[in-house]
């Protein structure tokens, strides 16, 4: 482990080593609580570097990467840059590095799905907006989906991304939109208005569009039967 002798630039605790950063610093502490449903406790009764080597085991050791380097990155912007990102800032970041990171180690179909949730009590009442997005890399026949989840004020109030398999662009649009929806019932969501940049699907999910013989029929059946629950 090494040592440094300043204090913590974040919370002035006198010694600000790797545990502290990583571990100990209260910023750090609730960074990592957001992932708390995926990634590994923050185990303090053993060693940072016995810890280390248990994260990089974990079946989400993508993800606990991605928060670890985002501490990193938020650290030293603090420290030396003097300015002070807001945590929905650094939860964006490091949701669309590890989607980004799984579409391109993924070679396989896989599904992996990671979400984050935030502290603030308001998410089930009122209105909440949600956006969605997917992608689709043609080279490696990958997809990926993002849904947020934003409060009547603005707030960001939770985000889900996953990798999704082979498929189409327009089915990524389509798979983003399902997991932005399941993900609101999961939080008991009651008012909901949904934005996709996607037209042909806006266009396919009007209840007068017959998508009796569509190809995607299924998937707009599922969407429809979740829309209607809000
Ligand atoms: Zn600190």
């Known amino acids: 482990m090494q040592r440094a002798n300043a204090s913590c630039t974040r919370c002035d605790a006198d010694l600000e080593d790797v545990d502290h950063i990583f571990r100990q610093c ?7 609580l957001h992932f708390r449903r995926s990634l590994p406790s923050l185990d303090n009764h053993i060693s940072f570097d016995a810890w280390f080597l248990g994260l990089l085991r974990h079946r989400e050791c993508t993800l606990g990467v991605a928060v670890l380097w985002w501490m990193w990155r938020w650290r030293n912007h603090r420290a030396f840059d003097g300015n002070h990102w807001t945590l929905n800032q650094i939860l964006r970041n490091i949701l669309r590095d590890v989607a980004l990171w799984k579409k391109v180690m993924l070679h396989q179909p896989a599904h992996h799905s990671i979400s984050a949730t935030s502290s603030t009590p308001s ?6 907006r949600l956006t969605t997005d997917g992608s689709w ?12 989840l934003w409060a ?13 398999g082979p498929g189409s662009a327009f089915l990524a649009e389509i798979a983003a939109l399902e997991l932005g929806l399941k993900h609101a019932l999961d939080l008991r969501i009651s008012i909901l208005e949904c934005y996709s940049d996607c037209l042909h699907m806006v266009t396919m999910l009007q209840s007068g569009s017959d998508t009796s013989t569509y190809w995607a029929r299924d998937n707009i059946t599922r969407i429809r039967s979740m829309m209607a629950r809000f």
């Open 26 to 32: 209260p910023d750090s502490r609730s960074l990592w």
């Open 123 to 128: 998410i089930t009442t009122g209105t909440v």
């Open 137 to 148: 890399d043609p080279l490696l026949n990958q997809m990926g989906c993002a849904a947020v």
């Open 152 to 164: 009547g004020n603005g707030d960001w109030q939770s985000a889900i991304s996953t990798s999704a």
